[in-house]
């Protein structure tokens, strides 16, 4: 389906160069989310470099993701790894139908522990 | 008119693939005042050589041009070639035909053409070259070594046992350096102490050094073989020749808030303390800024109990003047700050420690008589974590780390992993680790003993984050190699932190001129072939200061900075370089702006009668001294009345190679 989105185009969203990455897996080290995904950040990087934007577009892991940017404070080469993630969702967001949800589905998943950034993050997630 | 002979080499194929050299010398031979020209395969071999001699002698020419490689390549064997056959070295041109040209072009024509034209400015300039003659300058045969480590100790021994005085200028109030720091040292496991401390012993009884301990150098003027260096022995407020090291006076301190500098301030000293047992000089020092006696005029108990009536309340910091025939920087590094890593909790806990804390927690003179222990609570640890590259190989930005490798990091871990295993047999033991570089003899078989018979437990992968929970330290990390999140509660986090040059090597290398990397590693002459030299003559460079090493690359580097220290002072005088600057006093009018852009201090100002045709009377004018002078040039194009110019490359000689290759 997404045969179209190439690692040009992700670099060109993101404005990250993998090949920054040292493959030290500090990113995956700090993420709090990673249990939750199928690929982990550094994976992420790695399979971007590779080409692999199908197999990432179509993983649930990005929207594991919670854009809490720990990966890309804490990086030691300044990859940025959440911007890559952040990247894919929006190629998939920009495919014709394939929205994740709509903003009507977000008040049923609201509950008062979610971080205010978390709502404006997955308001750019879902946005129609 | 003068008599030029031209001489285009082939450099084999090097330069005759590209360059049709036949018709370089062919073209070059119809130049005016050029009376000899040809082509040869390789000028630089002794045939080549020899053709040079000849010529020079059977046609009585007053100057050469060479078409060959680089002038840094082979400019001083052809000055000598001149010189054997009676021509001043200084009559000689060279036309760089191969990197400029050859090497770079790729069409015949253009290049043959291009040669010809640098073949052409080259005799123009020739032209115009006047025979120079070298001064001289004589050597002050004693050295300075600036720093106390392994590395300046070693550089010492070297130079002193060859028969020339050094003086060590340690800014700590003992030497010894990291290394004295150190527990066990890798490959071999034996202690610091017991091989550091005789070579420390040896520097302080060899009648050839002497040491300034205590002591920063202030200022340095002065060349290669002429430096004169001003350096300031601090008042340590004990008399160092009655004190007799017995330790009484540091019992007696009631004062014990000054953190203890060899332990990492793991723990405390009095104000008046000796900074350890095997300390050289064992003397005595007061740390003012604890002292009760500065700050409220009492107390003064070390003074009633010191037998030997050393302490000195009133003692001055002492400036020494100097002068040196050389220079060696051995100002050695110290690991960077892991306050920047919040993320590993190194502030919010005392069981988050560095290596080099580490270290000292091991050791028998340490904090904790060797015992290893948890520095919050006196317990022994069950589980340890130890952290690689910690501020390594980081391009973020600099509070975060360095770029670099820090080189004897993997090696110190593995290292204290298999301690702790020995030690502590159920201690459980994991090092996360990005790659494991160990690449010295034995190096790798020393980290493989620490996995197979140690049991460590490598785990490919960085740690994220380390939080304090309770007793515990939560290690959540990355394991690559499972690819999964792992989660360690650890008793000890270990950080092996990055390691950087000295914070004061800044000023040295200021105060020297000697050139900097962004890092702040001093930089060597050349990489490969000149390592332990700084571009700036006479300054050399030992241990650290020039790039992470261990002890073993510390003291062999040790080693050859002595030795090029002995080839200087085993000369009595030194060559000077007659391409300098020189000042046209009818032209300056001492307005001061050379002297501001000299980097070397050459240019100085005298009040000199002046006879010329427009002026008659006293005037202030600059003068050059030409054994300072390095010839950079930035004085000529500074000096807005064009009195300043450089021999051998004046305004003159540009001016008529830009004509010749405009024409
Ligand atoms: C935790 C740790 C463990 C290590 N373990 C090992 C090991 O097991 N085996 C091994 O081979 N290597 C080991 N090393 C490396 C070893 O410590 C160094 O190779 C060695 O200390 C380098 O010596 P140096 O003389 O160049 O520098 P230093 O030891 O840093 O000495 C420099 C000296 O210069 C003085 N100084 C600095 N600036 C000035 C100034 N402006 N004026 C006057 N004096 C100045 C300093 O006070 C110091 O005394 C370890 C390093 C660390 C951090
Ligand atoms: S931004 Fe996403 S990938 Fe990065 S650490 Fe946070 S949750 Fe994990
Ligand atoms: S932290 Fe940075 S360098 Fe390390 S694996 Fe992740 S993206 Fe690569
Ligand atoms: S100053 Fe006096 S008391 Fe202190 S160590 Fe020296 S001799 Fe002993
Ligand atoms: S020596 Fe090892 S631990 Fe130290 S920076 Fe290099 S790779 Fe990292």
Redesign the interface.
Known sequence: MAANVTTEDILRISGVNPR?C??????????PA??EMEY?P??FVYMVERGQIDKLMQSKSIYRCLTCF?CLE?????VEPAKLIEAVRLAVIRQQGMNHMTENDIPALLDDKLPQQAIVSAMRKYKK | MQKIGVFVCWCGSNIAATVDVKAVANALRSEPGVVFSTEYQYMCSENGQNLIKDTIRDYKLDGIVICSCSPRMHEATFRKTALAAGLNPYMVEIANIREQVSWIHKDMTEATDKAIVLGRAAIAKVKKNAPLTAGTSPVTKRALVIGGGIAGIQTALDVADAGYEVDIVEKSPTIGGRMAQLDKTFPTLDCAACILTPKMVEANQHENINLLTYSEVESVSGFVGSFKAKIRKKARFVDEVKCTGCGVCTEKCPSRKGLNEFNMGLNTRGAVYIPFAQAVPNKAVIDASNCIHFRTGKCGICEKNCSAGAIKFDQQDEIIERDYGAIVVATGFKPIDASAFDEYAYNQSKDVVTSLEFERLMNAAGPTKGTLLRPSDGEHPHEIVFIQCVGSRCSRDASKGKEYCSKICCMYTAKHAMLVREKYPDTKVHVFYIDVRTPGKNFDEFYRRAVEQYGVDYIKGMVGKVTVEGKKLRVQGSDLISNEQVHIDADMVVLATAIEPDPTARSIGTMLTASMDTNDFFTEAHPKLRPVESPTAGIFLSGVCQGPKDIPETVSQAGAAASKVIGLLSKNELVGNPCVAHANELLCNGCSQCERVCPYGAITYVEKEVRGPEFRGTKRVAVVNEAVCQGCGACTVTCPSTAMDLKGFSNNQIMAEVDAICR
Do not use: E, F, I, L
């Open positions: 920054k040292m493959k030290c897996g500090k990113c995956s080290g700090t993420c990673y249990d982990h550094h994976q720990a804490r990086c030691p080469r300044n």
